[in-house]
């Protein structure tokens, strides 16, 4: 149980396109949902958190005009990453948290999409 | 002074060693901590979930804490070379939908 599945797995995109990023809870429903990024040897950064039909909370210095978070259902979260540049090129990981799950009460992640902008 | 501190490695050890990794925090709420296995490129895998002070043991991971020293550590015995991955650390001062303060990881290799 507690599947978290994350498509694409990698995209390489050119600067100043968009790039969405789906995050979906595979065997049960999320009502949060969070978003993380890590550069190569860095540990995972926490980017913003999103509670299903509520707007997505951002943490200090994360852009929300560039990164569009949207959870619209309870299985489904995604990231949107407008007009790409370089500096965004990381690893963008999410994870999920249901309270009504008997298991583990902890965030749940998925596999996370490399992102290159060329 | 970060929240939570790690030794990153890299950290080498024979097949069959016991793995000790270990953490230090500064914050007193936190009371529930976690260690994920992240593979290359994949994301971080949950291995052991524990709240409060104490011990916890599955199969050959044993996960330590202790309050009032702030520390907490995860053994690994009869190390196999499956085990190499990045080992985090994770805690929180409330439950699964609170943020989640990450060590920054330890690099582990296990030689066969």
């Known amino acids: 149980g507690a599947v978290v599945s994350q498509h694409p797995s990698w995209v390489i995109c050119k600067s100043g396109t968009s790039v969405k990023i789906e995050c979906r809870s595979l065997?049960?429903?999320?009502?949060?949902m969070f978003w993380y990024r890590q550069f190569p040897k860095q540990s995972l950064m926490l980017m913003a958190t999103?509670?299903?039909?509520?707007?997505?909370?951002?943490e200090q210095g994360v852009e929300k005009d560039k990164f569009l978070i949207n959870h619209a259902s309870l299985t489904l979260s995604t990231l949107t990453v407008t007009s790409a540049h370089p500096e965004d090129s990381s690893f963008y990981i999410c994870?999920?948290?249901?309270?009504?799950?008997?298991?583990?009460?902890?965030?749940?992640f998925g596999p996370g999409t490399r992102l290159t902008v060329l | 002074q970060k929240e939570v501190e790690q030794d990153p490695g890299p950290l080498s050890v024979p097949e069959g060693a016991i793995v000790s990794l270990n953490c230090t925090y500064s914050?007193?709420?936190?009371?529930?901590f976690m260690w994920y296995r992240q593979y290359s490129r994949k994301g971080p895998e949950l291995l052991m979930y524990?709240?409060?002070?104490g011990n916890k043991e599955d199969g050959r991971f044993t996960a330590q804490v202790d309050k009032s020293s702030k520390y907490i550590s995860l053994f690994i015995r009869d190390s196999q070379p499956s085990d190499s991955a990045t080992y985090l650390c994770?805690?929180?001062?409330?439950?699964?939908?609170?943020?989640?303060?990450f060590g920054t990881g330890t690099r582990l290799t296990v030689i066969p």
């Open positions: 524990t709240y409060s002070s």
């Open positions: 999103s509670n299903e039909g509520s707007k997505a909370t951002y």
């Open positions: 914050n007193s709420a936190f009371q529930y």
């Open positions: 994770a805690m929180s001062s409330g439950t699964g939908a609170n943020n989640l303060f």
């Open positions: 065997d049960f429903q999320a009502t949060t």
């Open positions: 994870s999920a948290h249901s309270p009504y799950r008997a298991s583990t009460d902890t965030q749940y």
